[in-house]
C-alpha cells in the first residue's frame, strides 16, 4: 500500500490524553489489566491514552520504533512489506496484546508495518520509558515476552495459510479473527484494503465477500462488512482460525 493512502501518526493534542497513577478506570487492555498495582503504578505516570485514526501506521517497515502502543479497543494489522509496496497481512492485534515486539528483544526498527484497522485507543508509552520500566516490572516483561511468542506462533500459522487455503476461507478466518478483537458485528472495511490484507486480487475478494453474503453468512456495504451468521461463518473458515485459538489457549493454561 502507497505510504500516501495511510494517515501517519496524526495524533492531535485533543485526542491525548493524560493517565492518573494507578487509575485503571479507563483501561480495555488485557496486558495492562491484568499487571499487579505496584507494577501498574510504575508504568502508568508515562502512559498516555492516544486516538488512532483508521489506516494510521503505527510502526513502518524498516524504520526506528519511537513509541509502543497498548491498544485499547480497535484493530492492528501486522503486514509484511516487499520492495514493489505488496503487502500481505501476517498477524492481527486487539485488546489482548500490544505494538512493539522487537523492542523487547532489543531491537530498535521494526521489520513490519502495523496499521489499524479501525478507529480505536491506545496506551502509549515512549521506547526509553518502557525500557527504564522493563527492570522494575517482572510481570510486564514476562507478559510481554509471551505474547510475542503467540504474536509469531500467529504469523507462521498465517504464512501457511495464505499460501495452502483458498481466498473464502481465508475471508472467513480473517472476519472471525477481526471480530474476536473488534468485539462488535460491524467492522469498518474496504475491499481493497482486505485484497491487501489476504494477498489476494480485488475481484477475488470480491467474489469471496460475495459468496459469504449469498450464503447469508455476512453483509456488506462501502466501508463496513456486517457479520450475521457467525456459527456458518464458522464453518466455512479454514482450520487456521481454530489452529490459532487453540493454541493460544493451551499456552495461556500453561501458564496459570
Known amino acids: 500500500m502507497p505510504r500516501t493512502a495511510i494517515a501517519r501518526d496524526r495524533l492531535r493534542s485533543p485526542s491525548r490524553y493524560a493517565v492518573e497513577d494507578g487509575d485503571r478506570s479507563q483501561l480495555g487492555n488485557l496486558i495492562l489489566l491484568a499487571l499487579p498495582k505496584r507494577e501498574y503504578s510504575q508504568l502508568s505516570p508515562s502512559v ?9 501506521v503505527l510502526h513502518e517497515a524498516g524504520e526506528r520504533i519511537r513509541s509502543v502502543y497498548f491498544l485499547n479497543n480497535g484493530l492492528g494489522s501486522v503486514l509484511t ?22 523492542v523487547i528483544f532489543g531491537f530498535k526498527t521494526s521489520s513490519l508495518r502495523v496499521v489499524t484497522q479501525a478507529d480505536a485507543t491506545a496506551y502509549r508509552l ?5 525500557r527504564k ?10 507478559t510481554l515476552l509471551r505474547y510475542s511468542m503467540i504474536l509469531g506462533m500467529q504469523s507462521t500459522q498465517l504464512a501457511a495459510c495464505n499460501r495452502l487455503h483458498n481466498v473464502i476461507e481465508r475471508l472467513a478466518r480473517w472476519l472471525l479473527m477481526s471480530q474476536d478483537r473488534i468485539e462488535a458485528k460491524v467492522m469498518p472495511l474496504t475491499q481493497e484494503f482486505l485484497g491487501q490484507m489476504l494477498g489476494a486480487r480485488r475481484a477475488s475478494v470480491s467474489e469471496a465477500a460475495m459468496q459469504l453474503k449469498k450464503a447469508g453468512m455476512i453483509s456488506y456495504t462501502r466501508g463496513s462488512v456486517t457479520i450475521l451468521n457467525r456459527p456458518k461463518l464458522e464453518k466455512t473458515a479454514c482450520d487456521c482460525y481454530e489452529i490459532i485459538k487453540q493454541q493460544a489457549i493451551r ?6
Do not use: N, Y
Request: net charge negative; aromatic share 4%; charged share 25%.
Open 133 to 142: 520500566a522493563l527492570p522494575q516490572c517482572p510481570q510486564l516483561k514476562q
Open 48 to 56: 498516555e491514552l492516544v486516538r488512532l485514526m483508521l489506516h494510521q
Open 126 to 130: 515512549d521506547l526509553e520509558a518502557l
Open 81 to 102: 512489506v516487499q520492495p514493489d509496496g505488496k503487502s500481505v497481512e501476517v498477524g492481527l492485534i486487539g485488546k489482548e496484546g500490544f505494538v512493539g515486539g522487537p
Open 251 to 256: 499456552w495461556q493454561a500453561e501458564t496459570e
